[in-house]
């Protein structure tokens, strides 16, 4: 049963802005964190930024820190993550997964509870 459902992916200028969106479900409703991750290509997974669903506390990895922002809507079930000012070096599959940062510690590729990702391309 997949859980979280992303969107919102294609293809984008650099400095450009996009927005992402994961539905969230099952068990992935409950939790109390959700992250964003990215994965390039041939690169391992990496961690992007998390929100706390209920405080609306957020968390970002440096290279996201004032382009990238997460956010949920009202009803808690579905969180966004704006990108702007987008690079080449951004371009990856986007997954959303439940917990913190330490999510992509010890496992290479994403459980399939985190989806099929949207992939983000950045180019010119």
């Known amino acids: 049963e997949v859980d979280l459902v992303e969107s919102g992916g294609g293809l984008v200028q650099p400095g450009g802005s996009l927005r992402l969106s994961c539905a969230a479900s099952?068990?992935?409703?409950?939790?109390?964190?959700i992250s964003w991750v990215r994965q390039a290509p041939g690169k391992g997974l990496e961690w992007v930024g998390t929100?706390?669903?209920?405080?609306?506390?957020?968390y970002y990895e440096d290279f996201a820190k004032g382009r990238f922002t997460i956010s949920t809507d009202n009803a808690k079930t579905t969180v966004f993550l704006q990108m702007n000012n987008v690079t080449i070096s951004d371009t990856a599959v986007y997954y959303c997964?439940?917990?913190?940062?330490?999510?992509?510690?010890?496992?290479?590729?994403?459980?399939?509870?985190w989806g099929q990702g949207t992939q983000v391309t950045v180019s010119s």
């Open positions: 997964a439940p917990g913190g940062a330490g999510v992509v510690v010890g496992i290479t590729r994403p459980p399939t509870s």
């Open positions: 099952g068990f992935a409703f409950s939790t109390v964190s």
């Open positions: 929100i706390y669903r209920f405080t609306g506390g957020t």
